[in-house]
């Protein structure tokens, strides 16, 4: 069972107020034909017999192929199939004869050898295929009649990534969406996702007309306000607004200005730096070594670390004893980094993190410049911190402004909360990669900003280089100059 786990991601829909209030979305008619794509161990459709006219229900696990016929026996049609590929469907959508209604928990990222990723990706040429939930959106879409409704449960990564912009698209331009609810992936019972978050979608086949609005919920504090909606906050959205969006993603902000921004800034941090993510050796527990007491790695030896950073003597590795170089990591901090993680970066090890098929050898011409590094994991605050002539692993975006004379700005901006807000707005869901960063706004400071701010962020520095400490008052004063740049 672990293995078929791992295979098919088969998460059941054991919440029944989950259960519930999506069959209560589906809304079926006596005529309704009815369609469950990844029908588990049949939740959805034991909640939905005697309802509809017919059932049918697709599975690829052929344990839970036999529970379903066990259980249910001649009620439904099942059917031993992939979703994606079978033949069946395909002719359904070509006919343009499909299912009345459609509801599904599909797998979420369910394990694909090589030969099935090439095969899902002829399939579906624009289209992520490791996020298999996304793959049974669209098909399922296609395979509803006109007005048809569908609902799913899935990871809400589909609303803001970048990787789903045609997934987003073809729903805008082919479905009235109907409402979304967001809640913690802790509301399904005893399983891991993967997802901090998950939503139920619900839309109906065909275009939406002038003005249409739908409702998003979020802010659940517990899986059975899924009944009582009125105790969560609602954010009414134009369904045109968002197709309007960048990259057509679901922006959440009571905030008209930073949705403007976002939508309409005339420069992003894209157009005035270089956003590149870091180095990683294929083996860190062999080639990295610290001054802090992990149990995973060995201490470094002072006399082994490189004091230089003349780019053109470490671009090839080194040769000595000194052969150690600084890195820097993820993990939120303000400003400055100490060095305490150093890479072997000795020539024969560097002519190995070319060539290794694990290593990732990747931006090496941004190795060893003054940039700015911002952890690539997602916190409740976003946080930068200089990279002062360091390696930077791939944990790290490694910020590089076109003018030298940005990096003070940068660096306020990127520890401030105006930044946390646009880049939680951007993507709520999944970690600071280069693309979202790249897409932040950038707005220009007065002259007087641009000297308070470089005057304050100095005096930071100094503090932090003699102490290892600053004055958190120093650093409101910076965060108030930029929120009333970007004017909230």
Not at 243 to 257: C, G, R, T, V, Y
Not at 416 to 426: A, E, G, H, K, Q
Request: proline share 4%.
């Amino acid at each position: 069972m672990t293995d078929n786990k791992r295979i098919y991601q088969a998460y059941y829909t054991d919440s029944n107020p989950i259960v519930h209030y999506m069959v209560a979305m589906l809304d079926v008619q006596a005529d309704s034909t009815i369609l469950e794509p990844s029908a588990g161990n049949g939740a959805f459709i034991a909640a939905l017999i005697g309802s509809g006219r017919s059932i049918e229900a697709y599975e690829l696990d052929s344990d839970a192929i036999a529970q379903l016929h066990k259980t249910f026996g001649t009620q439904i049609q099942v059917i031993h199939g992939n979703t994606l590929l079978d033949s069946r469907l395909t002719e359904r959508i070509v006919q343009q004869g499909g299912y009345d209604r459609i509801i599904a928990n599909p797998p979420y990222g369910a394990w694909l050898d090589y030969e099935q990723r090439k095969i899902l990706k002829r399939a579906y040429p624009d289209f992520y295929v490791k996020e298999t939930y996304a793959l049974f959106l669209y098909r399922c879409v296609q395979l509803l009649n006109d007005s048809g409704k569908l609902v799913f449960i899935v990871p809400d990564t589909w609303l803001n990534l970048h990787r789903h912009t045609a997934l987003r698209k073809y729903l805008l331009e082919k479905t009235t969406l109907l409402e979304i609810a967001l809640f913690p992936s802790a509301f399904f019972p005893r399983v891991n996702f993967g997802y901090a978050n998950l939503c139920i979608l619900t839309v109906q086949k065909g275009v939406y007309s002038a003005g249409h609005e739908f409702n998003v919920y979020t802010g659940f504090r517990d899986v059975s306000q899924l009944a009582d909606k009125d105790t969560v906050t609602c954010y009414r959205i134009q369904q045109h607004a968002m197709q309007s969006n960048l990259d057509h993603a679901l922006f959440i902000s009571d905030k008209p200005k930073v949705m403007r921004l976002i939508n309409d800034a005339p420069l992003r941090v894209g157009d005035i730096a270089a956003c590149v993510t870091g180095f990683y050796s294929g083996n860190d527990k062999h080639f990295l070594k610290t001054r802090l007491d992990k149990k995973r790695y060995a201490k470094i030896d002072p006399d082994t670390i490189c004091q230089s950073t003349d780019r053109a003597l470490l671009a090839d590795g080194l040769e000595g004893n000194r052969c150690y170089v600084p890195i820097a990591k993820g993990g939120a901090q303000h400003y400055i980094k100490p060095d305490d993680w150093f890479m072997l970066w000795s020539k024969e090890a560097v002519e190995h993190y070319r060539h290794d098929k694990k290593a990732r050898y990747q931006n090496a011409g941004y190795y060893f410049r003054q940039g700015l590094g911002v952890p690539m994991v997602s916190s409740s605050k976003i946080t930068a911190a200089l990279l002062n002539y360091r390696l930077f692993d791939q944990s790290i975006v490694g910020i590089f402004p076109h003018n030298a004379a940005d990096m003070g700005y940068l660096l306020a901006f990127f520890n401030s909360p105006t930044c946390n807000t646009l880049i939680r707005t951007i993507n709520p869901s999944a970690n600071n990669s280069a693309k979202y960063i790249c897409k932040l706004p950038f707005l220009r400071p007065a002259e007087t900003q641009s000297q308070t701010i470089q005057a304050v962020i100095k005096t930071i520095i100094q503090q932090i280089a003699s102490t290892g400490q600053f004055d958190f008052t120093l650093k409101t004063e910076v965060d108030n100059v930029i929120g009333k740049i970007y004017g909230f």
